[in-house]
């Protein structure tokens, strides 16, 4: 059974850093896009980042420039380093994986893009 299983994060002062990083089992041999949300209390689920089978990149504006995600395809292992952290990031962030057949290769983060199999969340929170 594929697991997604997510670790890092924390608590920083806005302008620090975190890393959070997300690693799948159980699957077989097949890719899978993994992908980065995250939702604040009261607000919708937002797209973070992803990473194409390409090596393509995305990211949501308001982190383009501070955050940078990255790709062990061999290994099905996510990460996304976070710099110059602002409160406004504050969020639980998930990570999203679906069988990288499924989606010809593109790695959406748009939020109504429905991933099959989601990690359990790490809390990212920056205080001011």
């Known amino acids: 059974q594929v697991q997604v299983v997510q670790s890092g994060g924390g608590s920083v002062q806005a302008g620090g850093s975190l890393n959070v990083s997300c690693a799948l089992s159980g699957y077989t041999g097949v890719g899978y896009c993994m992908v980065w949300f995250r939702q604040a209390p009261g607000k919708e689920r937002e797209g973070v980042a992803g990473?194409?089978?390409?090596?393509?990149?995305h990211y949501a504006d308001s982190v383009k420039g501070r955050f940078t995600i990255s790709k062990d395809n061999a290994k099905n292992t996510l990460y996304l380093q976070m710099n110059i952290l602002e409160p406004e990031d504050t969020a639980m962030y998930y990570c999203?994986?679906?069988?990288?057949?499924?989606?010809?290769?593109?790695?959406?983060?748009?939020?109504?893009?429905?991933?099959?199999?989601w990690g359990q969340g790490t809390q990212v929170t920056v205080s001011s």
């Open positions: 990473v194409d089978m390409d090596g393509t990149t």
């Open positions: 999203a994986a679906e069988e990288a057949q499924l989606t010809g290769g593109q790695c959406y983060i748009d939020p109504e893009y429905e991933y099959m199999y």
